[in-house]
């Protein structure tokens, strides 16, 4: 066992301390057991995962988290705007945007994104097509907007943040 695969097992065991709250034999005994997992998988599937690599990734993912509870009250304010308007005004249209990763870990990116697409209000996920990394959504109040401003509209900062976290 490598010095660096030593600084992820306690940084994977603490974690698990923290997360789990739980302090008995058999908590423990799994925080080892899930630690020690971990490590194997990390190390067999990709070699240059480090310490600094798994912080700022985790650090990554934080922020995707946030910024995906952010958009997501953000869009349940302006859904609840539109629904509760005496005039209704909605412009439910599916429209066509195209995302742009291009590397090993695509599909899973795809995923993470229409999932995030998914979960914010006024938007929905119908397909996806991999080969041209198209998405179909649904979206409730459509705006009258082509290239550039749909896909940044659509996506917001989610399609970067993605493609740090896999990077």
Do not use: R
């Given at each position: 066992m490598r010095k660096e695969d030593l600084y992820m097992f306690i940084v994977f065991f603490v974690s698990w301390l923290i997360f789990s709250g739980d302090l008995s034999i058999s908590s423990l005994i799994l925080g080892l057991v899930l630690s020690a997992a971990l490590i194997l998988l990390i190390r067999k599937k990709d070699k240059n995962w480090t310490v600094k690599v798994l912080m700022i990734r985790g650090a990554y993912i934080f922020f995707y988290l946030a910024y995906?509870?952010?958009?997501?009250?953000?869009?349940?304010?302006?859904?609840?705007?539109?629904?509760?308007?005496p005039k209704l005004p909605l412009k439910p249209a599916i429209v066509k945007v195209q995302s742009d990763f291009d590397y090993k870990n695509k599909l899973m990116s795809m995923t993470l994104l229409a999932n995030s697409i998914t979960l914010t209000p006024g938007t929905l996920t119908v397909d996806i097509d991999p080969?041209?990394?198209?998405?179909?959504?649904h979206w409730i109040d459509m705006k009258e907007l082509e290239g550039d401003d749909l896909k940044s509209e659509i996506f917001g900062s989610f399609e970067e943040i993605i493609r740090r976290i896999f990077k």
């Open positions: 995906l509870l952010m958009e997501a009250f953000i869009s349940s304010c302006q859904v609840a705007y539109l629904v509760l308007h080969e041209d990394q198209t998405y179909y959504i």
